[in-house]
């Protein structure tokens, strides 16, 4: 709509604003300008729904079964296991739901609004739909606002919007029907930051109705997406239940039929039941977990939810924020155009170090007062500042100097040209002394330029900067080789191409120009001023790439995992970055935010393969993005760092916020945050995350081929008729302590080095997949018949005693244990036990021998004998047991080898005589 129009539908006169009555009748109807939040579930609530999962209800009839049986200790364990568990499961919900107050704070505390023709200053919360607010540069916006008077206004919209530079606003009607948030030119959105100017504007939506509020929505409705690992644990804990039972009850049952005690294979049976399920699992899951944020904080990365650690290492695409994530959000000049020649300019982001360079050469200052003078304008028609601070001062140590940060006060892209000159030794300080300002003619959106006086000892000079099509018209001559002459159409045309060369690598073109005033040219007469201008040469300037990216998109490549740019900027900008990154390939699609807005879910998931760079996109089409490729099967992270990645980073497999650049909502809505907001460190995260899930796999396959070999040992032993081979305290024994050190030793083991060579692990694995449960099965069953067949050599030398039988248990006992301490080192590698040196994990070293310490004081220790129903053990029975607790897994081993052995062989033959591949 036209200003006016806007002014009559909301029913406010522009000069006098609303009625202080007006206003109090609107503001019932419409509500407080804040954001609500849905009613929250009670901490008590959210404390008990933690032990509604599957698997903790599992541990809760073991610990009942446990206090039966009179095992308190296992008991207690148990129950800590569920406390600690339900603790974090808890502060983790409780975290995650901080995210819209984090949301809330981004809101004006207060506001200027003309209220019955007087200037007031109110809560922003009492604003309503008619206020007519003022704005001033530094002031955060409090409601939408539909612009009705703009004097250079400039509007910091990053974190809404994604645009990387302030943008200008106006008060024009637009047209159009479906206009992207980064082109609403005539509206202000609540939250952002006017960063120059003033303005005037009529407040159109309020509350949860603006797009904040949109967002804000957004989030609440999110739904948090159940980890793969999660998923999988609790699959995991169902298949253990209706396998424990239903072989607990075989045996059992087989035991009965055979004539033992009903009591004593009762006792048996629950034992075997309480073995059977891993209640240890949980524990030693978040313990590995644990162990890895500690890690990953070393790399750079924060976790703020535990299960993100392992869903990182499945993850297949990363969906990247350019602004701040992939580019440095800090606008840098990279070329600079002078007389028919292209600079090169070195250096990153804000810091005064770098070169310009002239086919690889340093350009020397003295000789070419083109580029003197063309620094000495965008540092003087410039009212940005460079700011040096030292941060870690208090910090300071002997290893060095503390090493300073810079950022700019002002407009970034006049920062950029500060930076550029201080590159040079060229700054405001230093050229003090030479000249002094003595007027502005201020940049707006309408002349598109800005100008200022100076005085010097030589009279009187007018410096321009602006668009280069604007500048250029009021050019009538350029600087060439060091001499000013006649600005021909031949020249312009040299420069327009140059624009538009610059223009298509997406970078940001200024024109510079300057003018020697005469002592008749008056300074109240603008356009006489601007006119009759000395063109200088062209500035080109964008918001780099940050250096590391690069290789970590292609370390993301080599590990299968696609990476998808996802921004408000425009679109050539999107597309010139990915470039430069290598990001984007040749056959690559890219699409922008109406021509997403235009097809339907159904269409978006046919092409949401072929899409690498979303460019002009909203908060809503970033969500419709990510469920998308949700719904093709991938695992997404979401990485970004303003309000407007908030919803999608939240409903993304993993949100990956900025820990410097990102806001509290971005935070608070993520599951890791980068302290370094280096796009680099998530690979490290990737490569840590799949660490872990390997690490759970490796003492999944431990514990649950543990487990199948003490149940087997007592099925086997009941189907053939003989006496128990293990009584109910050693089976908890072993469950106890066996069990447990080696398997958390294993959470914290080594990655093997191929392990980025790997595509990523599909959505939906089975945790048993890759044959992981058929090594369980055939371990655990070679297990289970060499400890029953140490159990039966021993009990031919006296089978009527109940010392014979007493002496073959504990032989049967000491076997089961030494086998599944030897099977701990088989389960490091996923090939077999000589792939790997057995002695690279110390703390499993020591949890083995700890465990082996342990075995020998129930076996020797008299006092615990009696307990354990143990003898001890000679060199003979030694033999046998170590002999026999050997062979399942240097048996596995030697297969293992073998079978690797023929398939290199086979390769070899069926390579034999072929024609050799010209690459």
């Known amino acids: 709509m036209e200003t006016e129009e806007t002014a009559r539908v909301l029913n406010v006169v522009p000069a006098r604003g609303l009625s202080w009555e007006e206003a109090k009748e609107r503001r019932s109807r419409h509500g407080d300008n ?104 530094g002031d955060r916006i409090p409601a939408d606002v539909r612009w009705i008077e703009t004097n250079s206004l400039y509007v910091e919209e990053s974190a809404l919007t994604g645009e990387s530079v302030p943008v200008g606003k106006h008060t024009e009607a637009l047209g159009g029907g479906d206009v992207p948030l980064g082109d609403q030119k005539n509206v202000g959105f609540m939250g952002t930051m006017a960063t120059r100017g003033t303005a005037k504007g009529i407040v159109v939506r309020t509350g949860m109705d603006t797009e904040m509020g949109k967002i804000a929505d957004l989030i609440q409705n999110t739904e948090t997406m159940e980890t793969p690992l999660q998923h999988r644990l609790e699959q995991l804990g169902k298949v253990l239940i209706a396998v424990a039972i239903g072989l607990t009850i075989m045996v059992v049952v087989a035991g009965i039929l055979h004539g033992q005690p009903p009591y004593a294979m009762f006792l048996a049976g629950v034992s075997l039941a309480v073995a059977a399920i891993p209640e240890g699992l949980p524990a030693i899951v978040t313990i590995a977990l644990a162990l890895g944020v500690q890690r990953m904080i070393k790399r750079k990365a924060i976790v703020r939810k535990l299960p993100s650690v392992e869903t990182l290492g499945c993850a297949s695409v990363i969906c990247s924020d350019k602004t701040g994530t992939l580019t440095q959000n800090k606008m840098t000049v990279t070329h600079v155009w002078l007389g028919g020649d292209v600079l090169e300019v070195t250096g990153d982001g804000y810091e005064p170090s770098g070169q310009i360079l002239s086919g690889g050469q340093l350009v020397d200052l003295r000789q070419n007062q083109m580029l003197r003078r063309l620094l000495q304008i965008g540092v003087l028609c410039n009212n940005a500042h460079l700011h040096e601070e030292f941060p870690d001062q208090k910090r300071k140590s002997s290893k060095g100097p503390v090493k300073p940060v810079y950022s700019i006060k002002g407009d970034p892209t006049e920062g950029a040209l500060v930076v550029l000159g201080a590159k040079a030794g060229i700054t405001r300080h230093s050229l003090e002394g030479l000249y002094e300002r003595k007027g502005e003619l201020p940049f707006d959106s309408d002349r598109k330029r800005m100008s200022v006086l100076l005085q010097h000892q030589g009279g009187r000079l007018l410096y321009t900067k602006g668009a280069p099509d604007v500048v250029l018209e009021k050019c009538a001559y350029v600087l060439w080789e060091g001499k000013v002459i006649p600005f021909t159409p031949t020249l312009k045309q040299k420069v327009l191409a140059a624009n538009e060369g610059m223009a298509r690598s997406a970078l940001r073109v200024l024109g510079l120009a300057y003018k020697e005033l005469k002592p008749t040219d008056r300074e109240d007469t603008p356009h006489t001023l601007e006119s009759q201008l000395v063109f200088v040469g062209l500035a080109g300037m964008i918001d780099p790439p940050r250096k590391e990216v690069r290789d970590a998109i292609v370390t993301c490549r080599r590990a299968g995992i696609k990476t998808v740019m996802i921004t408000g900027d425009h679109q050539a900008t999107a597309e010139a970055i990915a470039r430069q990154l290598g990001m984007l390939p040749p056959n690559g699609l890219s699409m922008n935010g109406q021509q997403l807005a235009a097809i339907s879910d159904d269409e978006l998931d046919e092409r949401v393969d072929q899409v690498y760079v979303y460019a002009r996109v909203s908060p ?40 410097i650049t990102g806001t509290d909502v971005t935070k608070e809505a993520s599951a890791l945050v980068l302290s370094d907001d280096n796009f680099a460190s998530i690979v490290s995260a990737i490569e840590e995350g799949r660490g872990i899930y390997e690490n759970i796999r490796k003492f999944i396959r431990y514990l649950l081929a543990s487990n199948v070999g003490e149940i087997m040992t007592m099925f086997l032993a009941m189907m053939m008729g003989l006496p128990l081979p293990l009584v109910p305290i050693q089976i908890l024994w072993v469950n106890l302590v066996t069990d447990g050190l080696p398997a958390m030793a294993l959470g914290v083991d080594q990655a093997e080095k191929d392990l980025m060579q790997q595509k990523p692990r599909p959505a939906k694995e089975n945790i048993f997949a890759r044959r992981l449960g058929w090594k369980i099965v055939s371990r655990g069953l070679l297990i289970g018949l060499c400890t029953l067949a140490a159990f039966w050599l021993t009990l031919q030398e006296n089978p009527d005693s109940a010392e014979g039988l007493v002496k073959a248990q504990t032989v049967a006992f000491a076997t089961l244990v030494m086998a599944q301490l030897i099977h701990v080192f088989d389960c490091r590698s996923s090939r077999s036990i000589f792939h790997r040196n057995p002695l ?67 390769k070899l033959v069926s390579g034999y005589g072929s024609k050799p591949v010209v690459r």
């Open 34 to 137: 804040e954001l609500t939040e849905k009613r929250n579930v009670s901490l008590i609530a959210l404390f008990l729904n933690q032990f509604k999962d599957f698997m903790v209800l599992v541990l809760m009839a073991a610990t009942l079964v446990s206090g039966l049986l009179g095992e308190y200790l296992d008991a207690i364990t148990i129950v800590a296991i569920i406390v600690m568990n339900g603790i974090l499961g808890f502060i983790q919900e409780f975290r995650a739901e901080r995210s819209l107050r984090a949301l809330k704070e981004l809101s004006a505390p207060s506001a200027k609004v003309l209220r019955d023709g007087t200037l007031a200053q109110i809560p922003a919360k009492e604003l309503v739909p008619g206020d007519v607010v003022l704005i001033e540069s």
């Open 620 to 659: 809503e089409h970033k969500l419709r993005i990510v469920k998308s490729l949700q719904r093709k099967g991938h695992v997404v992270a979401m990485t970004g760092d303003g309000v407007n990645d908030a919803p999608a980073i939240k409903a993304a497999d993993i949100g990956i916020a900025m820990g």
């Open 840 to 906: 690279q994990n110390k703390y499993l070293v020591l949890a083995v021998l700890s465990s082996v310490a342990l075995l020998l004081g129930v076996l020797y220790v008299e006092s615990l004998q009696p307990i354990f129903k143990t003898v001890p053990l000679g060199v003979k029975e030694w033999v046998v047991t170590l002999v026999f607790a050997g062979i399942p897994t240097f048996l596995m081993g030697f297969g293992s080898v073998m079978t690797t052995q023929r398939r290199k062989r086979r």
